[in-house]
């Protein structure tokens, strides 16, 4: 089953920039695809461009074999988690994981079912009523996925969500995200500049060079490249 799927996918910035272009990528349902590659060659913009964040100059976006190439980033099911997280400061953990519930206008029972439901998977039950500034870093990366994952998405985009950690942080949300993978089945998106990172945690790579794709590998594939 192909969960998403891209197709000739190109950005033009308006200042004429061309950020991306002729981008085809077909990612199966569950697969973890990493995208590495130095600064500026236009991971970001992908990725934005698959939730929905910036528009699509031309090419198409379908997920699960539907076109959501000019569909609105809260009707597509994708859920991103940002570099900085962007947790809403003034709110508790609760309410943070909450708020993308309320803006869909669930029902309040359904929203607290849901929301205690990954706050206990997450181990975030401590801090429910807690605010950021008390929570500690890995607290903070539990909480930006507890947020994605209650709207129950069928991919989940990450960008460099783990530059800002210390290493041994690093390596244990590492593992999280794989378990995740494991365990929900979920397809993962994973934007880095570190080739080890995109290596160790992609079943597939791939490297991108002045907004287009080098190539697509299995990580073993670009060990073993001479
Ligand atoms: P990466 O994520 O790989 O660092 P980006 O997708 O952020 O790359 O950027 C790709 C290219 O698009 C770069 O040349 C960057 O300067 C340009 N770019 C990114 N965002 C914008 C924007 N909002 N307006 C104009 N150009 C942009
Ligand atoms: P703490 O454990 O730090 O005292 P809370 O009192 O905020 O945290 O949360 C205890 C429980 O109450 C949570 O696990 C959750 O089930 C529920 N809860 C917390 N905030 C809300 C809220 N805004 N709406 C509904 N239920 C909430």
Known sequence: DIDLELVQLRKVYPGGTVAVEGFDLRVKRGEFISFVGPSGCGKTTTL???AGLESISSGDLLIRNRNFTDVPAEKRPTATIFQNYAIFPHMTVWENVAFGLRVRKLP???IKRRVDAIIDKLELGSVAGAKEGALAG???QRLALAR???TEPDILLLDEPLGALDAN???SIQEELKLLQRNLGLTFVFVTHAQSEALSMGDRVVVMNAGKVEQISAPFELYTRP
């Open 138 to 140: 890995g607290q903070k």
């Open 169 to 171: 942080l690093r390596k």
């Open 48 to 50: 934005r461009m698959i």
């Open 108 to 110: 309040s029972a359904e």
């Open 148 to 150: 994605g994952l209650v």
